[in-house]
């Protein structure tokens, strides 16, 4: 089955052209709901602290994303831009959950609206992970736009006094970003910002991972955040593999990164119902091959095969890839269209590509890597290597997470982006 794209939502609604390009790449486009906001759904958060299901209020925000202005008229005019392709099933606006169920109280039973994911390991996940300086930093620097708002703009955007990071019992309140500021006032406002991208960014690669679906961003600083957390999630691994043969593989670390390149100018002034009509037999057969190829891949970097074997079958499903693509590359010439696909072999898995911003301007670079969506949320996010004491009930509890995500499929990731700002000035600007 072709898999199906999630537009993972930032501060702003997705824009037409990332439609567009989902359109020509996967076989469904889901759009985050604009009024999906929060990390999990706010009438479970007593039962993320450990209370039993006895009740469930909405209490308040968790830690939820914020909006730039007008984002929701930009989204609805989005929407009508897309009628034809929703009429005809291919681009669906989904929820993490039933929004409707956090205006319910309940006794007995807390209502979760088939959320996906344990709101207690999303907590105190998140919690673990804002604490790193360096994460913080990482989910705000270079972003030119945020730095041109307003204070008003700032007030708006970062919802400040959630209910995820302030202090719980003997867990003190999460600390604010380390740096000089110019402007002392932006300091508790930029934090509450970086938070809030941290959060939303493992709830996307949870849930995409729950529902089969490869995340997409639209805004760099979350991507990076994903690469920083598959950074982290390999240095775990690393130090657990020294003592389990079971993570040796993981050690190992393989990516196969495919890329196409489209004119982006020629997109952007394309129909709906022109791009639709690229979406040819031949379009899917290739979609078909390429996933199986990602796979196949990212299956065989788990298996305990020789490196020379291992190069030699990927190079062989790789040339037999580009065969079928060929057709696709003739279909959409006036696009200038143009596949790259290759294998990645070196530390740091999926972080390595996104991480060096090597993702030039036009290009779609999808990856796939042997390390699991939910390992990379557990051991990226609740747990640090420097923090890595006794490995034996590190590897226990990777091994459950990869059972109660069902990470056979192995973590992909789609990226549209330019590669990552370079650098860090004045108040992150």
């Known amino acids: 089955m072709i898999r199906s794209a999630y537009l993972a939502p930032t501060e702003e609604p997705v824009s037409l052209i990332d439609v567009k390009r989902a359109l020509l790449t996967f076989d469904r486009v889901c759009i985050a709901d604009p009024n999906d906001r929060d990390l999990i759904p706010p009438q479970s958060f007593m039962l993320a602290l450990g209370m039993p299901p006895i009740f469930g209020f909405n209490m308040g925000a968790v830690r939820p994303l914020g909006k730039f202005d007008d984002y929701d008229n930009a989204f609805d005019r989005l929407m009508d831009r897309l009628q034809i392709a929703r009429r005809q099933g291919v681009i669906d606006v989904v929820s993490t959950y039933d929004l409707a169920t956090s205006s319910q109280g309940t006794i007995g039973a807390v209502l979760m609206g088939d959320y996906p994911l344990n709101p207690r390991f999303m907590l105190w996940a998140y919690r673990a992970v804002a604490r790193e300086p360096e994460v913080l930093t990482a989910a705000i620097a270079g972003d030119k736009r945020l730095m041109s708002l307003s204070e008003d703009n700032f007030e708006s955007l970062s919802i400040t006094g959630s209910s995820a990071d302030g202090a719980i019992n003997d867990d003190p309140e999460l600390p604010l970003l380390d740096g000089e500021f110019s402007r002392e006032w932006l300091r508790r406002l930029l934090t509450c910002i970086a938070r809030a991208r941290v959060a939303s960014t493992m709830k996307s690669i949870g849930f995409c991972a729950s529902k089969d679906l490869v995340p997409v961003f639209g805004n760099s600083n979350f991507d990076a955040l994903v690469g920083l957390f598959a950074a ?56 078909k091959a390429r996933d199986e190829l990602l796979h196949a891949v990212a299956e065989l970097a788990r298996e305990a095969i020789n490196e020379n074997d291992f190069d030699q079958v990927v190079r062989d499903k790789i040339r037999a890839y580009r065969t079928v693509a060929e057709d696709v590359k003739r279909q959409r010439s006036m696009l ?5 696909c290759e294998l990645i072999k070196g530390a740091g898995g999926v972080a390595a590509p996104i991480m060096a911003g090597t993702v030039a301007d036009g290009f779609l670079s999808q990856m796939q890597t042997a390390i699991g969506a939910g390992t990379v949320l557990l051991a990226g996010c609740l747990w640090a290597v420097s923090r890595v004491q006794e490995l034996k009930p590190l590897s226990e509890q990777l091994r459950s997470v990869e059972t109660e995500f069902q990470d056979n499929v192995c973590f992909g990731l789609h990226n549209f982006y330019r590669g990552l700002a370079n650098g860090v000035g004045g108040d992150f600007a």
């Open 232 to 287: 982290r999630a390999t240095q775990v691994i690393d130090r657990v593999a020294e003592e389990d043969p079971y993570w040796q593989t993981r050690n190992r670390v393989f990516n196969i990164a495919h890329s196409e390149y489209i004119n982006d100018e020629i997109l952007s002034e394309m129909p709906i119902d022109e791009v639709l009509k690229l979406r040819s037999k031949a379009w899917g057969e290739q979609a």
């Open 336 to 340: 200038s269209f143009s596949i790259n």
